[in-house]
């Protein structure tokens, strides 16, 4: 199936400030979101049935319930419900305060702003055919910023956001957009028919000399955009041109680029999206600023912190290091009092010292023994004392190598670490549950004086066979009269954990606790499951 290279929404209503009425059907119909969506024919045809009911739309109900998975799959996409690993259907914190009757309008106007390719609902298995790769676009801002250029006579038709918005999958491609809308302008008739024809044909679409037919595949998607625009404020009707054109309102433009700065597009996509969905569904008074400053950094320091973050890139958390840690590494390159001032800065949080690189590294690592080295580091963020590859204490059964990590927590218990960096998904087979049972939790028994009493499995992404967790317990109790417990959790899982101590101040001293309450043999891909386990509201 070839793959989008054109903007798509999911549209079976156009005017947003009807997404509170899908809603408060949709949570009519699930009982309060309480009857499993996934698989579930009937509950979607109740769910069409109750929008034809409220005329939200033609009173003409399929017999396989599309049109209320439909009508899911747009609010999907504007992060207003999730599916969880269980298949029900879940509301985020924005949908939640729409439902209270809380700012509805200003809320719908954030997910609208906020929509970007790809989200959770474009990467899911639902969502066919897939975006091709390199998108990193928030299509609504993107366009908004094209329609209020003064390059462009603050206007841009129909025809020109099919081709040349449309067609943008980066959010730094505002620029050569704005260039190429020039030249096309300036073209004459034919030359005009071969820029088009040249676009259809780059983007994967049939070229012709005459491509209004072209045109007529995606000027619904258009209207939809434009209709969009219009519902922020942002933008406005173009009667004269067609398509859309900028306000004059200098008070009210500067809101929106307070704005733009607020919500960049969210990397957390790459990693985690069902955490990504909650994240983008925080709803408007829920948003708090982490590092101090709204505004955006001086330029005399912007090119500092950029360094400081690569010089930092291998450290999960750069903010838990110590001052005197921190010093270390940045005066590698910088004279010593800006390292102290820079330092001194991090640690009041007056700039975001992580940067994406580790997190993206640590996902997509081909070497395995680094995995496993920033798997270490993620863990010794936890508060856990780690110790990479340690002799055992007793010659192995079936094993030709030591454990990867072993864990201390509080210096009560040991913690038995595999790292798994598969490409794909981590199958806990039959031999490697004999491997942990039999001969790392045997082999480990009463180092430094303690026993195993966790162990877990960290993957690089999916992992299946979670029943054999229970399993290992069984033999360890049989073999080696241990009581033990496991887990397996994704390396973005437990990044976010992370993640979400450090911008949480949450003490050193008490993560390890937190950590080990995820012990309960069951596997976490997502940080979302982490959070339930935990009790943490996200």
Not at 55 to 60: E, P, R, S, V
Not at 216 to 240: N, P
Request: overall charge positive.
């Amino acid at each position: 199936m070839a793959e989008r290279n054109f903007w798509f929404v999911t549209r079976p209503l156009r005017d947003p400030q009807y997404h509170v009425d899908g809603l408060r059907v949709l949570q009519r119909a699930t009982n309060d979101f309480s009857l499993k969506w996934r698989g579930n024919r009937s509950l979607h045809r109740k769910y069409e049935q109750l929008l034809a009911d409220a005329g939200m739309k033609q009173n003409n109900v399929s017999r396989d319930g599309s049109g209320g998975r439909t009508w899911a799959a747009m609010l999907k996409t504007y992060s207003y419900v999730y599916e969880d690993i269980n298949g029900y259907l879940k509301p985020t914190k924005v949908a939640n305060a729409i439902l209270d009757g809380h700012k509805i309008p200003e809320n719908i106007r954030k997910q609208v702003l906020t929509l970007q390719i790809p989200n959770g609902y474009f990467v899911s298995s639902a969502f066919r055919p897939k975006y091709s790769s390199g998108y990193r676009i928030q299509p609504v801002m993107f366009l908004i910023r094209l329609a209020n250029s003064q390059l462009l006579d603050k206007y841009i038709t129909k025809d020109e956001i099919i081709l040349f918005a449309m067609t943008a999958k980066r959010n730094d491609e505002l620029n050569d957009k704005i260039d190429q809308i020039i030249k096309y302008r300036k073209a004459n008739d034919d030359e005009k028919a071969k820029i088009e024809a040249q676009v259809f044909n780059v983007n994967g679409d049939i070229s012709r000399v005459d491509s209004r037919k072209d045109f007529s595949k995606y000027t619904d998607v258009a209207t939809t955009f434009t209709i969009l625009c219009r519902f922020t404020g942002y933008t406005l009707a173009d009667s004269e041109h067609g398509g859309l054109k900028g306000i004059n309102n200098s008070k009210l433009w500067k809101k929106f680029e307070d704005f733009c700065d607020r919500y960049p597009f969210n990397r957390r996509i790459d990693t985690d999206p069902m955490f990504y969905t909650l994240s983008a569904g925080l709803d408007v008074d829920t948003y708090k600023t982490q590092y101090g400053v709204n505004a955006k950094p001086a330029s005399r320091n912007h090119k500092r912190n950029i360094k400081a973050q690569q010089l930092l890139k291998d450290y999960p958390q750069p903010e838990d290091l110590t001052i005197q840690e921190l010093y270390s590494i940045l005066s590698k390159e910088f004279i010593s009092s800006e390292a102290q001032k820079i330092a001194e800065d991090i640690k009041a949080r007056k700039f975001k010292a992580a940067s994406d690189s580790f997190i993206d590294s640590f996902l997509n690592e081909n070497d395995n023994l680094e995995f496993e080295r920033k798997t270490a580091r993620v863990l010794r963020g936890m508060g856990l004392v780690t110790e990479m590859h340690p002799d055992p204490t007793t010659a192995f059964n079936n094993a030709n190598e030591n454990i990867d990590i072993l864990a201390e927590a509080n210096g009560d218990s040991l913690i038995l670490v595999d790292a798994k960096n598969y490409s794909k998904n981590f199958n806990l087979s039959a031999a490697l549950r004999n491997v942990m049972a039999n001969s790392y939790i045997e082999g480990y028994k009463g180092y430094n004086g303690l026993n195993p009493k966790y162990y877990c499995y960290v993957t690089a992404n999916t992992s299946s066979n979670v029943k054999n967790l229970q399993k290992i317990n069984e033999l360890a109790l049989k073999n080696s009269g241990l009581d033990v417990h496991g887990m397996m959790i994704s390396a973005s899982a437990l990044y976010w954990l992370l993640n979400y101590c450090s911008e949480n101040n949450i003490p050193e001293e008490k993560r390890p606790s937190m950590f080990t309450k995820l012990f309960q043999d069951k596997a976490y891909e997502s940080f979302v499951q982490v959070a339930d386990t935990l009790k943490i509201n996200l």
